[in-house]
Every structure is written in structure tokens, then in C-alpha cells.
């Protein structure tokens, strides 16, 4: 039972374009929400974070919207640079902080060509 | 600054050898330590996670264990391996409201 998917395997996007990354879940207790991003041989970094009571966080470049209703979180990069080329896991936490036990979703290769 | 350190970086083991995996944490005192596994093609799965000292919870039925000697340590066991073990395993670490901060994980191989 897979309760956090990440139905796009990769994405190719130019350089300076918009990429968006989207995240789907199924379990309504989740109420926590992260990215991470993850390249090859190493382990994956914290990159933003959204609690259920916001819709939108932003932190330089990236974006993180919340549709509570949809049960849908997207990340979204803007302008999307060469060294972003990396895998992007959406991870869910139940207890309303990133304190805690997550579920990831499988991953979205994200390819930015310069 | 808080540091984790996995290793080995890669391993090649035979089907049916014991397994050793080693995880520590600095610059934090009593965190939660976590174990995953990345299979080929798939997400990240938690293995265990515990919260303190001897105190273990496993999240899926499998050949392997864990344990927690030490506050900073975090011990990734298995008695006989299976070719289905094969996988990338990370450690990771949290502490209050921070998020989770990973290893740089093993790529364990079995032959």
C-alpha cells in the first residue's frame, strides 16, 4: 500500500524554465509534509518543508504548494538550474511536525538541461 | 555542527554471510536514529527507527535487525543474508523540530 506517490518517474526541463514535481498521498492523518532532494552516492538532503495549516511555502527558488482537499503537494523550481539535476522524494509525517517517522514516495529524477 | 557517518560506503557480501552495518551521530545527545532501505527503482522504506538507548521498533517483517548500544549509535544487523537484502541503506537522525538528516548510506550487494 503505497500512501505517498510520486506517479512521474523523471522530468527533463530546460535551464531558466519552471520545473514542477508533484506528490500525491492517501492517508488523511498525514499532516506534515517534506522534500528531498538526493543525488547519486550520497544521501538525500532536506530541502522544504509544509505543515498542514499552510498552503505555500517559499524559500529561495523553490515552492512548495499543499492541496489538502486534492491530497496533492507540488514542489516547484524556478529558474531551474543545471546543478538541480538530481532525485526528488516527497516524504509525509503524521504527528504534525518533521520530527518523526516518514513515508516517502518513490522518487522524480529531475533533469535540467543547461 | 551535528555529523552522521555510515559505513561501509559499498559492500559485496555472499548470500548466507552475517552483516555488520554501522551508523554515529555527533554534535547531538539523545536523538532518534533511523534505518532505510532504497531498493532498485523504489522509495526510501523505513526499517527501524528507535528513540533512545535498547529501545527498537522494527516497521516490516524481514531478515534483519537493529540495535541502539550507544546513544549516537545504530547498529544494522543480519545473521544470514538473502539476495533480496540487496539494496541502498541509509541511516538518519532527527532531533526536536528538525527534519530528518540523512547518511550518506551503504550500497550493499549480494552475490
Known amino acids: 500500500d503505497q500512501q505517498v506517490k510520486q506517479n512521474s518517474p523523471s522530468l527533463s526541463v530546460q535551464e531558466g524554465r519552471i520545473s514542477i514535481l508533484n506528490c500525491d498521498y492517501t492517508n488523511s492523518m498525514f499532516d506534515y509534509f517534506l522534500w528531498y532532494k538526493k543525488y547519486p552516492a550520497e544521501g538525500p538532503t532536506f530541502l522544504i518543508s509544509?505543515?498542514?495549516?499552510?498552503d505555500k511555502n517559499e524559500d529561495g527558488r523553490f515552492t512548495v504548494f499543499l492541496n489538502k482537499s486534492a491530497k496533492h503537494l507540488s514542489l516547484h523550481i524556478v529558474p531551474s538550474q543545471p546543478g538541480d539535476s538530481a532525485v526528488y522524494f516527497c516524504?509525509?509525517?503524521?504527528?504534525?511536525?518533521?520530527?518523526?517517522?516518514?513515508?516517502f514516495g518513490q522518487g522524480t529524477i529531475l533533469t535540467v538541461h543547461p | 555542527s551535528q555529523t552522521i557517518h555510515q559505513w561501509p560506503a559499498t559492500l559485496v557480501q555472499p548470500v548466507g554471510s552475517p552483516l555488520s552495518l554501522e551508523c554515529t551521530v555527533e554534535g547531538t545527545s539523545n536523538p532518534n536514529l533511523y534505518w532505510y532501505r532504497q531498493a532498485a527503482g523504489r522509495g526510501l522504506q523505513l526499517l527501524f527507527y528507535?528513540?533512545?538507548?535498547?529501545?527498537i521498533s522494527s516497521e516490516v517483517p524481514q531478515n534483519l535487525s537493529a540495535s541502539r548500544p550507544q546513544d549516537r549509535q545504530f547498529i544494522l544487523s543480519s545473521k544470514k543474508l538473502l539476495l533480496s537484502d540487496s539494496g541502498f541503506y541509509l541511516c538518519?537522525?532527527?532531533?526536536?523540530?528538525?527534519?530528518?538528516?540523512f547518511g550518506d548510506g551503504t550500497r550493499l550487494s549480494i552475490l
Open positions: 516524504a509525509a509525517n503524521a504527528g504534525g511536525t518533521s520530527y518523526g517517522k516518514l513515508t
Open positions: 528507535s528513540v533512545g538507548i535498547g529501545q
Open positions: 509544509i505543515s498542514s495549516i499552510k
Open positions: 538518519a537522525w532527527s532531533r526536536s523540530n528538525q527534519p530528518q538528516h
